[in-house]
């Protein structure tokens, strides 16, 4: 098993790294009030799933928890892709939450460069977020203490 899990690990990396690219592609397309909507959705997302026993398994449903990777990337991948605007934003919602906190403390090498892009594409949702809340109490959007 021990020389499996690197191999698993690169295999997760390309499909988490092409995921990401179609799911950027499609914040980029959203108008400013659908990514600011995408920004109080992802918050809530991520809050969600760090409040659960297993962040990284958000989302996934309870018969197929013991998995070496949750599901929760895949639904939120699928409903990304919906026709459906309000499906879609809560997919990219999703998949930005679970696969935050799958990659945040990962061990495998190959996951990091996808936790750095991710924690790029974050913060833009978060400067998006501030810039349109005249209300100061959000400032802490992606402070640890607001995630954990």
């Known amino acids: 098993m021990q020389l499996l899990r690197p191999v698993i690990a690169m295999v997760r990396s ?19 009030r659908s990514r600011t909507r995408l920004s ?15 962040p990284h398994l958000y989302g996934t449903p309870p018969d197929v928890r013991y998995v070496a990777w949750g599901r929760g ?10 026709d459906n605007s309000e499906v879609a934003l809560r997919g990219i919602a999703l998949w930005l939450a679970v696969a935050y906190h799958e990659t ?3 061990p ?3 996951l990091q460069p996808q936790y750095r892009k991710l ?13 349109d ?3 100061d109490t959000v400032e802490d959007w992606m402070q640890t203490s607001a995630v954990a």
């Open 14 to 32: 390309r499909q988490l790294s092409h995921q990401f690219r179609d799911i950027e592609r499609c914040i980029r397309k959203l108008p400013k």
């Open 40 to 54: 109080t959705l992802t918050l809530r997302e991520i809050g969600q799933a760090s409040r659960s026993d297993f």
């Open 73 to 82: 990337t895949d639904v939120g991948y699928e409903r990304a892709r919906s």
């Open 104 to 106: 945040k403390n990962s």
């Open 108 to 110: 495998y090498t190959r």
């Open 119 to 131: 924690q790029q594409l974050l913060r833009e949702l978060k400067e998006i977020h501030q810039c």
């Open 133 to 135: 809340t005249a209300d």
